[in-house]
């Protein structure tokens, strides 16, 4: 434990001998570093060896303790102050902790008292050491991620999170970014990096994009309005703060210089230039749109957002709800119901081809995202014959006709899927059941938690599959070993019941009887 220093002032020399002879200081990790008989040596002693804790008089010549005290917290706000006060000084004392005095006691001075002082002294030093020292740790990460922290708060400014431009530019200014700090021009793109082995891990594909960095890096290293991030697909996104910069130039060069030097395929989407920071959000979406218009005209390739809008203002706008429904629909094999969301999402107004194909672009991608869920293989739904035929066709009904083929073909490859996986987990159901009809606690809810899967999607399962419902199911097959029991052992009728899991012998008789039509006994007459 850290031992704390201790100034004593009084003008009696009595009050500071009986203040150190009180108590046992070293006990309770204190030692008296010092003593003054006056403010003035108070102060020149405070500047010197800056105690942890001073315990000081109110009354004393030329300048009183509190007097003393506001001085020295004004200076050293971290010094502990207790005031000795006598009873007749109690409420001027009292006025004194608005100053920041933390405590008093009171004349005659009494030693549990200083040791009740002494002990919250302590306290309260130590927990503002360790918060001190948890800030200190803080910091240390603070300035060791920074770098990542300026790049967490771009990446915020691009997906819409910041939205004033008040909070861009405080932000800005901290992360030390002057581009953003006045209004200048924007243009964004988005470059990914892919590989054309399959067989690529995660790890391989981020070290890929990580050296492609490195060389965009190097690329722009005297372009000082320019700067460059990873985004959390681990692509690579290019701001640039100045209109000299051509994006489109500068991105055919960048696709041979890293083609050439790495094993990799680059594609580069290219958003409008822009004025003002608050736009820098639909900068991005823009160069993230031109960028997924690779699946239609390949890899390698440079693609601006205004070359597929026909330089139109007005743009193709996903509609979110439709897409999802879609989506939806696919994941549960429902061909009939997705084709219908699919007609929904073209009743609209078109303003020219390419922005149809924008929409079949993202009929595409829920079909292919919904078969990612599913876990079905890339490719048993990337068709690469089937999506050139849907982007080259000539008019918008031959692009519905083959999207609607496209649909039903994802669709009914993941109901396939499903319903294999369906007709597994009743056959495994099945089989548990057979071995666990003995447990007379065996029911839907933990049989389905075996399967980790829900009773109602069971139930239902179990109800399509075996035209009867769980209870049934296991009530039949009971009844059924209970018959053969019966022919095969001369077990007595509660025996049989509970080695099918019904302990109770009446009810289990009266099962028996509604199934097989015949009693226990009758059953087994007949049978002998």
Avoid at 5 to 23: G, T
Avoid at 98 to 110: M, S, T
Avoid at 169 to 198: G, W
Avoid at 213 to 223: H, L, P, T
């Amino acid at each position: 434990m850290e031992q704390l220093n201790v100034l004593i002032v009084d003008d009696e020399y009595l009050i500071r001998n009986l203040l150190r002879m009180r108590i046992n200081w070293e006990e309770q990790g204190m030692s008296i570093m010092g003593e003054a008989s006056n403010a003035q040596e108070a102060l020149d002693l405070v500047d010197k060896q800056q105690p942890d804790i001073m315990f000081t008089d109110i009354y004393m010549p030329n300048m009183d303790g509190i007097e003393l005290s506001r001085l020295i917290l004004k200076k050293y706000p971290d010094i502990k102050i207790v005031v000795v006060t006598g009873h007749d000084e109690f409420e001027y004392a009292r006025q004194s902790i608005q100053i920041g005095i933390v405590d008093f006691i009171l004349k005659p001075i009494r030693a549990a008292e200083l040791l009740t002082v002494t002990d919250k002294l302590r306290v309260m030093i130590d927990e503002e050491r360790k918060r001190e020292q948890e800030i200190q740790r803080l910091r240390a990460d603070l300035e060791r991620n920074f770098p990542y922290l300026r790049e967490k708060f771009v990446l915020q400014w691009l997906n819409g999170v910041l939205t004033t431009q008040a909070e861009i530019r405080e932000k800005a200014a901290y992360f030390n970014i002057p581009m953003l700090l006045t209004t200048r021009e924007i243009q964004i793109a988005v470059i990914e990096v892919s590989t054309a082995s399959a067989k690529e891990t995660e790890e391989q594909l981020i070290l890929l994009s990580m050296e492609c960095s490195n060389e965009i890096d190097a690329f722009y290293e005297k372009e000082p309005d320019v700067v460059h991030l990873m985004d959390t697909r681990n692509r690579i996104v290019i701001i640039s703060f100045h209109s000299g910069v051509d994006f489109i130039e500068d991105g055919e060069a960048l696709i041979s210089l890293l083609t050439t030097s790495y094993p990799c395929a680059v594609s580069t989407g290219i958003g409008r230039k822009h004025g003002h920071v608050e736009e820098g959000p639909a900068a991005y979406q823009e160069a993230c749109r031109a960028l997924e218009y690779q699946a239609f005209v390949g890899k390698n390739q440079v693609v601006c957002f205004e070359d597929i809008v026909d330089n139109r203002e007005q743009s193709y706008r996903s509609n979110a709800d439709l897409l999802q429904r879609l989506q939806f629909y696919i994941s549960v094999g429902s061909a009939a119901r997705a084709i219908e969301v699919l007609h929904h999402i073209f009743v609209v107004s078109f303003s020219s081809v390419s922005q149809y194909r924008l929409a079949a672009m993202d009929v595409i991608t829920e079909c292919q995202r919904a078969a990612m869920e599913q876990q079905i293989e890339s490719d048993q739904v990337l068709n690469t014959e089937a999506l050139v035929s849907i982007l080259t066709a000539d008019h918008l009904p031959e692009l519905i006709t083959r999207l609607e083929e496209y649909v039903r073909y994802v669709s009914e490859t993941v109901y396939s899927k499903n319903q294999t996986k369906e007709d597994n987990l009743i056959g495994q159901v099945k089989t548990y059941l057979e071995d666990h009809m003995s447990d007379p606690n065996i029911g839907l809810a933990n049989t389905a938690a075996a399967f980790f899967v829900s009773p109602g999607h069971l139930g239902r399962l179990m109800k399509k599959e075996t035209g009867k419902t769980f209870v049934e199911y296991l009530t039949n097959l009971r009844m059924k070993r209970a018959e053969t029991l019966l022919k095969q052992t001369q077990l007595k009728g509660y025996e049989i019941g509970e080695q099918v899991g019904i302990t109770d012998p009446h009810y289990f008789s009266v099962l028996f009887k509604k199934s097989t039509g015949r009693s226990m006994n009758e059953y087994r007459q007949r049978k002998s």
